[in-house]
C-alpha cells in the first residue's frame, strides 16, 4: 500500500474516531442515518428473496441515502466540535 493510498484511509477513519469521541449531536439527525441504513437492508431483504429489480433499486438508493445523511451527521459533529470552548483550568 502506498503512502498516499494509505493516507485516504487513515485521515476519514481518524476524523470518525474523533467525532465519535464527541458524543451524538442530537437524536433527531442520527434518524436519519439510521432510516437511510434501514433502507438498505430492506432492499438486501428483497434481493434475498428474488425480488431482483425492486431490490437492487431500494438497496442502491438506499445506500446513498446512508452516504448522504452520514456526511451531513458528521459534518454537523464536526461543527458543533469546533464551536465548543475550551474549558480554563483556574
Known amino acids: 500500500m502506498t503512502r498516499r493510498l494509505r493516507w485516504l484511509c487513515v485521515a476519514p477513519a481518524f476524523v470518525a474516531v474523533v467525532v465519535l469521541s464527541c458524543g451524538a449531536a442530537g437524536a433527531?439527525?442520527?434518524?436519519?442515518?439510521?432510516?437511510?441504513?434501514?433502507?438498505?437492508?430492506q432492499g438486501a431483504r428483497q434481493i434475498g428473496?428474488?425480488?431482483?429489480?425492486?431490490g437492487f433499486k431500494q438497496f442502491f438508493v438506499g445506500i446513498g441515502y446512508t452516504i448522504y445523511e452520514g456526511a451531513k451527521f458528521t459534518g454537523e459533529n464536526i461543527k458543533e466540535l469546533f464551536q465548543k470552548k475550551p474549558v480554563s483550568s483556574s
Open 28 to 41: 433527531a439527525d442520527k434518524t436519519k442515518v439510521d432510516q437511510a441504513t434501514h433502507q438498505v437492508a
Open 49 to 54: 428473496q428474488g425480488e431482483l429489480g425492486p
